[in-house]
């Protein structure tokens, strides 16, 4: 689709509104520049490339029959972060490794980046590829949104992020007035203070050296403050934005998703900084209080490298050398955490409760609520919605024996055929559907064999962070290992065309095939919003009338610049303005490798694709 065209459409479907339905087949974003702070440009468009891996055979003339069956977007990753939360551990980010997304340059602009992100997916309401037939393009049906809405499993992470979805005003500040009893007591001069930043909306946290002064030198050099120079260490080399963090929390009134979205919980939605069950009672008071610990003198991050970090959160030798920098803050009850419970019930309403209103009654009941996987069908199509998240602690994921067993019985009762123990296909009368699944974990980061009982048993359900699910969880399964795998039962059922994933913030598309057999469907993972390069992926199921599907990704960029404003004093900037900021900061956080497992981009393979798959549904007409 060209340029002058996609103007022209999303004028025509947005009602005149500015953002444009381009795609990164028109146009993409590029890093340029060495060695010091570098800059984005575009670039020119990627067409979709064609992948078959053995799964299906591209027919030369698909293009003149092919019919759209559904068209849908993923959003995923977002993380939305009260980023002057006391629960927050950025002191201990600089150590890198497992923890080296404890904070980025660019979080506090989160919501902004969400709200560029919606404005590209609604102007996109169009397909990018045409249908054969002089169909024309299929409209866009709604959104999965694949897990860690939230970072922290704060309610007004979750507020926040319900309100960019819905097209709210939002206030991305936390933080509430104080009295001179507050917080175990407090001079006037305090009280005065800390109202003043309240009533103003200032910023509070790492990313202000001087709300920490004193500090050895190295101990600022792990972070970014837009108003200082760094003088050394990885970010000397950022911009200043006098002001950033401050405008930052200001309020701004969201465009909101024009098309019904469904959501699945990532571990950062369960979980405190997606690593650790909320079962202590430090863990519980610390969010909502009046202590945020800082950087200190005598606490050396370095002195975590090469260890097991979530582990370590058990010891209290470790909390009281990593608590010793606790300096007073305002603080907020909004702050508190969410139980799985109380985040089912925040999502009531729209859209079948963004989905949890299809969570089947009988698991519902059994698990006392907590069950939030669910299925519903669409355009004859089923998708299937998975928690992945090991409430035991743990970033990585699996599924407990009763979603699994909940899982198996949802692909028979949609699918006629499937491979029984010895490999043979077999038929039986029940009806048949495409099968999309998804969720949060891709199905190789489902490699964590903690079981939920770890997390502890609630004493007053439902809490956060314990495990208020009555039923036994093990034996528990894992993506690719054990006798009774995610993968290996997904493969057992040929109508599965497609896993949607997210968690390891990078594209990927990866081919699962069935050993022995021309079957087996793709996994489709997308970059996260919160990390370069900040995209979502259109996602279109279409039959080729030839025998094979074909599933077309197509990756979005958000809808903000290329190129932000140039370093100046932030009071004046826009909130468009703070999206292709933070984009650019993601572009240059070095820690980036790290948190996007190898690269947000991905290969060119993996950005703007169509991949080929058998039609199952023709196996049972045999």
């Known amino acids: 689709m060209g340029t002058g065209l996609a103007a022209a459409l999303a004028l025509a479907v947005l009602g005149g509104a500015q953002a444009q339905a381009t795609t990164t087949l028109d146009e993409t974003i590029r890093v340029v520049g060495k060695g010091q702070f570098k800059t984005l440009k575009s670039g020119p468009g990627e067409p979709f490339i064609v992948r078959e891996a053995g799964l299906g055979h ?18 995923t990753d977002p993380q939305i972060a009260d980023e002057m939360s006391p629960l927050r551990v950025e002191l201990i980010d600089p150590a890198g490794g497992e923890v080296s997304a404890a904070w980025r340059p660019q979080e506090a602009m989160g919501t902004q980046v969400l709200d560029q992100i919606i404005r590209s997916v609604n102007a996109n309401r169009r397909s990018p590829v045409k249908q054969g037939k002089g169909r024309g393009r299929a409209k866009l049906n709604f959104a999965l949104l694949t897990g860690d809405q939230p970072d922290n499993q704060e309610y007004n ?55 920490y002064p004193g500090l050895p030198a190295d101990r600022y050099q792990g972070f970014w403050d837009p108003d200082v120079p760094a003088g050394a260490g990885p970010y000397a080399s950022f911009p200043q934005y006098p002001g950033l963090m401050d405008r930052a929390q200001q309020p701004f009134k969201a465009k909101g998703l ?49 260890k097991e970090i979530t582990s370590l959160f058990s010891d209290p030798a470790f909390l009281a050398e990593v608590t010793a920098g606790a300096r007073t803050v305002p603080p907020d009850p909004d702050r508190k955490l969410v139980s799985p419970v109380e985040y089912k019930a925040l999502h009531a309403g729209d859209d079948h409760s963004h989905g949890f209103d299809y969570v089947n009654p009988e698991q519902d009941e059994a698990s006392d609520g907590y069950a939030s996987y669910y299925a519903f069908t669409r355009h004859g199509v089923r998708f299937i919605g998975l928690d992945t998240i090991a409430l035991g602690g743990g970033a990585n994921g699996n599924l407990d024996d009763p979603q699994y067993q909940w899982l198996q019985q949802e692909l028979d009762r949609n699918s006629s055929v499937s491979y029984n123990a010895k490999g043979k296909l077999v038929h039986d009368d029940d009806p048949d559907r495409l099968i999309v699944v998804y969720g949060h974990h891709t199905i190789a980061t489902m490699n964590n064999p903690t079981p939920d009982e770890e997390a502890g048993v609630c004493s007053v359900p439902p809490e956060p962070g314990c495990d208020g699910d009555p039923r036994d969880s093990q034996p528990i399964h894992l993506g690719r290992t054990g006798p009774e795998s995610v993968r290996s039962l997904l493969l057992n059922y040929p109508n599965v065309v497609a896993a949607v994933t997210g968690h390891t913030h990078h594209n990927d598309i990866v081919a699962h095939k069935r050993k022995g057999a021309k079957r087996g469907f793709w996994e489709i993972n997308t970059a996260s919003h919160v990390d370069f390069p900040q995209q979502s992926r259109l ?12 599933i077309f990704g197509t990756i979005v960029d958000q809808a ?47 950005r703007n694709v169509e991949l080929i798959v058998r039609n199952p549904l023709r196996l049972a007409q045999k």
Request: hydrophobic share 30%; with cysteine.
């Open 157 to 211: 992470e979750v507020e926040w992020h319900l309100g960019v979805m819905e097209g709210s005003e939002i206030t991305p500040f936390s933080g509430t007035p104080v009295t001179t009893s507050s917080c175990g007591g407090l001079t006037q001069q305090q009280v005065d203070a800390f109202n003043a930043d309240v009533a103003n909306r200032r910023y509070t946290g790492v990313q202000d050296y001087g709300d």
């Open 560 to 606: 903000a610049p290329v190129k932000p404003p140039k370093p100046e004093p932030a009071a004046d900037l826009s909130d468009k303005d703070l999206a292709s900021l933070s984009r650019e900061l993601a572009a240059n956080d070095p820690q980036t490798l790290e948190v996007t497992s190898g690269g947000g981009p991905g290969k060119k393979n993996d």
């Open 58 to 75: 591209a027919r030369r003339n698909r293009a003149k029959k092919r019919r759209s069956i559904t068209y849908f977007s993923q959003l």
């Open 258 to 306: 024009k098309v019904p979205w469904y959501i699945t919980k990532g571990n950062h939605d369960g979980l405190i900084q997606g690593n650790i069950p909320a079962t202590s009672p430090l863990f519980l008071s610390i969010p909502t209080g009046c202590t945020k610990f800082y950087p200190d003198a005598a606490f050396d991050p370095q002195s975590l490298v090469g």
């Open 539 to 550: 996602i279109e199921l279409m039959n080729n009338g030839d025998g094979t599907l074909s």
